[in-house]
């Protein structure tokens, strides 16, 4: 909105009424409401006042908004980040408790068990990360004898991935991971918004320095840092 003079000397012209100081209220008291120094100027040094402070004022409150719509919009961000981090934690220790294996780890094994006989590289495509890192979780999966490889009937190159009949006992529940629900729900998302999502995500990285971390699967580590402890 444009600054306009005239509405300061309009109400200039009101101040010059009286107030009663019991009910203050109105233009007639502006006035009192005004800073000792400006009360003490006649009406055209405060109005000559406003007419340069104007602009001034409207940009601090401009700048004001601004910062209170990045202060909500940066927590709905985090509260976000919060819950996701809560919520896998809290997946990963009740699968440890349950299973005695790290969420990633179940992760895996129900991938396998949904996929009997699938590849390494197929393995990589359903949990949504690289093959080496994959690879790394099924070959602690072998070493508790929970997985097996051998070697495909169709191509004699491939290894193919199956559960062990002392697997089966880690499933004792068939409620779906909060690795599982996440992935549902961004696949759930329409293609365009998914995208900016990744771009936003892959920025946010960078400004955040965290891009040359690896992406390992979600607290793979834990129960490790635990043995060590």
Known sequence: MPFRAETYASGAAKLSGNCEDKNPSGA?????????????????????????????????????????????????????????????RHSSRQCEDLSGLTSAQFFVLQQIRENEGLSMNELAQLTFTHQSTVSEVVGRLVALGLVSKARSQKDSRTLVLS?????????????????????????????????????????????????????????????????RK
């Open 28 to 88: 007639n008291c502006l006035k009192l409401s005004m800073p000792s120094f400006i009360r003490d100027l006649d009406a055209r040094k405060w109005i000559g006042y406003f007419i340069y402070m104007g602009p001034h004022i409207n940009s601090g409150k401009r700048k004001a908004r601004t910062l209170g719509e990045s202060f909500s919009q940066t927590r709905a961000i985090m509260d976000s980040f919060r819950r996701i981090v809560r919520a896998l």
């Open 163 to 227: 559960l062990t009949p002392r697997s089966r006992s880690k499933f004792k529940s068939e409620a779906k991971t909060v690795q599982e629900n996440l992935v549902a729900a961004i696949q759930f998302l329409p293609p365009r918004k998914r995208a900016s999502l990744a771009q936003i995500l892959d920025e946010l990285m960078i400004q955040a320095k965290l891009s040359e971390h690896s992406p390992h699967l979600f607290f793979e580590d834990s129960m490790k840092e635990k043995k």
